[in-house]
């Protein structure tokens, strides 16, 4: 189901739009205002533990598209979340490993829709994204897919290591992408696997890389360093599709 407005705008509106059960990725508030129709309004918020920044007034004026956000604004997600069993259902119905990319804190919202993208196209069941410090789904990441959204789904979890020692309990492996790892081609890749893409800027954090059975690394020849994140999730997705294709 798809939802047609991203943003929602004023009291009356925002506390609306919990209500009907709206799936909201960040509520911004006007910093320092804590009248009755606002603490109302963030306790709806900390009741579907919805992400809240507290923002100076010249912030609200540049996120508002109405001009009326009366100290608050919320961004409302492009289309409905799945659940991580959602994903793992999926891989069960069609009778196959599960295939998962989780993504650790990716930022740019074309990367996003570029890994579900590709996410789709190798095979993948579904992506993890969390829900801090990481894009949500935007417009933007819709329109980046090129309609994978509407066949990939995509799950967003509090705590995305508490995710992965869960997954593991459920027999997957997980492997990241990262420098100074074994060379990709050189790891077994088959069987119920997660892809961990990291961060823009700073890769796998230190945290996930530990939980993962496997850092690969993938081969580079130039004279640069790194991948874009969504290209390094297709080089590195592919080479999971070549390996299930060879193990049938």
């Not at 069987?191 to 990291?198: A, C, E, K, L, Q």
């Not at 360093?225 to 999730?233: E, F, G, P, Q, T």
Request: proline share 3%; charged share 25%; hydrophobic share 40%.
């Amino acid at each position: 189901m798809r939802y047609e407005e991203l943003t929602i705008e004023g009291r009356n509106a925002v506390m609306e739009a919990f209500r009907s059960g709206k799936t909201i990725d960040k509520l911004f508030v006007l910093k320092n205002c804590q009248d009755g129709p606002v603490n109302s309004i963030l306790r709806e918020a900390r009741k579907h533990d919805v992400i809240v920044s507290f923002v100076a007034k010249e912030r609200l004026d540049q996120l508002s598209e109405t001009g009326a956000h009366q100290g608050v604004i919320a961004q409302v997600a492009a289309y409905e979340y799945a659940s991580v069993e959602d994903i793992l259902t999926k891989a069960k119905e069609k009778g196959e490993d599960p295939f998962i990319f989780i993504l650790d804190n990716i930022e740019d919202p074309h990367n996003l829709g570029a890994i579900i993208r590709t996410a789709n196209l190798a095979g993948a069941h579904g992506v993890i994204i969390p829900k801090r410090r990481a894009v949500g789904l935007t417009s933007t990441v819709a329109k980046t897919s090129a309609g994978a959204l509407n066949y990939t789904p995509v799950a967003k979890v509090t705590n995305l290591g508490h995710t992965i020692d869960e997954l593991k309990e459920q027999g997957m492996w997980f492997v990241c992408a990262d420098m100074g790892g074994e060379t990709m081609y050189n790891l077994n890749l088959t069987g119920p696997i997660g892809v961990v893409i990291g961060n823009e800027g700073e890769g796998v954090s230190r945290l996930i890389r530990e939980k993962c059975d496997f850092v690969a690394s993938i081969p580079m020849k130039g004279d640069i360093d790194s991948l874009n994140a969504s290209v390094a999730a297709g080089v590195l997705g592919y080479e999971i599709v070549r390996q299930r294709l060879q193990k049938k």
